[in-house]
């Protein structure tokens, strides 16, 4: 993990709020409507789970409510292949804001208000993930939250629709655990024995939703399940 940690500072602190004036420009802009149409010409649904490429992320917040003020601080992400955790190929940014932090929020976190000051504008960061990500299918916990902050995170910085399938760790737990009510990510990661090195960090906590996809993947190819069409088909059956 200590390669985890260098890496992390080395992203926090790679641009500075100089970087704010930076506008999407019309270079940027094709960027991401090239993107959006690759999208929507990829149908995940029928690749083998050994083939699936997602990309897992979390994100940090100041609350639950984009459209009310509350604002993502952080996001982070690390990809992966079938089951497995491309542990060496991470994503991890702090986002610029003014507004400081909230102290509880300061308190969850870890992320300060002169970190923020430090970091890249939402734009850059956006476009910065995306690159990241290209055409991967996202994979998140509890991902509705997640979902809502990017798409007006998206509307309010790029002006453009948020077109990525996110998909939640419940899609596949629904199937491999029926029968338990657990909800959060620590009950989960205590459940499979999944540690999580640092609660509430971005990134750390996309590490232990990571191996948690990746535990539920190995259980529904042991189930005979082949591909996502296959737990889309068994979900509808069940009503």
Known sequence: MNEMMQFIKQMSGRLNANDI???????????????????????????????????????????????NGDRILSIGAVKMKGDQVLEDDLFYSTIYSAKGVPENIEELTGITASELLQAAPLPEVLREFFQFVQTDTLVAHHSAHEKQFMKHANWIALKSSFEHRIIDTSFLTKITEPELAMVSLDDFCSYYQIEIKRRHHALYDAMATARLWSENIKKVKAMGFENMKDIYTHLASQG
């Open 21 to 67: 004036a930076n506008q999407t420009d019309a270079k940027k802009i094709a960027y991401m409507r090239n993107l959006q149409r690759e999208l929507k010409q990829k149908d995940v649904l029928s690749i083998p789970f050994d083939e699936l490429s997602v990309v897992v992320f979390d994100i940090e917040t100041t609350g639950f409510y984009p459209y």
